[in-house]
């Protein structure tokens, strides 16, 4: 058993030394410059891209290329898909030049595929910026939810039969 354990601690060492050596080799080598795409560079492709939203289900994106070709020269196009891959419904171009952004933004409401697309300039992501939308109160519940239940007077029908239960009484208007 002690045996066994020697090999595979031997064997374990010899790993550790590859994988040094491996790594060492990989930090030597330059990485891929399109692999880490820094904010500033984001945002300068942000700035010669537009959102097109209401696209056709059916289209490619050579259509959607085709259709942008007047504004500039496009040099991607993206149709976002759901899990399943199907679109989802709007596209993001993006041109070689900044100034084919406000050429493209003349073709809001033009149609494709007998849609009317909707264009606009796209906007940078900044991750954390979600705004926070707090809990809101269910305006079904007869009473505030922070506030304890204050019962009032006993409530009797108009017509004789006894109390009335609460889940029946008018809610009380609360102003506050």
Known sequence: MKKRL?????EAGALREMQ????????????DPTASATLAEKEEADARSIYVGNVDYACTPEEVQQHFQSCGTVN???ILTDKFGQPKGFAYVEFVE????????????????????????KRTNVPGMKQFRGRRS?????FHPRRGY???????????????????????????
Do not use: C, D, F
């Open 6 to 10: 020697k090999e595979i601690e031997e």
């Open 20 to 31: 040094a050596k491996v790594e060492k080799e990989m930090g030597s080598v330059q990485e």
């Open 76 to 78: 991607r196009v993206t």
């Open 98 to 121: 900044p100034e084919s952004v406000q050429n493209s933004l003349l073709l809001n409401e033009s149609e494709l595929h007998g849609r009317q697309l909707k264009v606009a300039a």
């Open 138 to 142: 269910n305006p079904y519940l007869g």
């Open 150 to 176: 204050m019962p009032g007077p006993p409530m009797y029908s108009p017509y004789g039969y006894g109390r009335i239960p609460r889940a029946r009484r008018a809610m009380w208007y609360m102003p506050y």
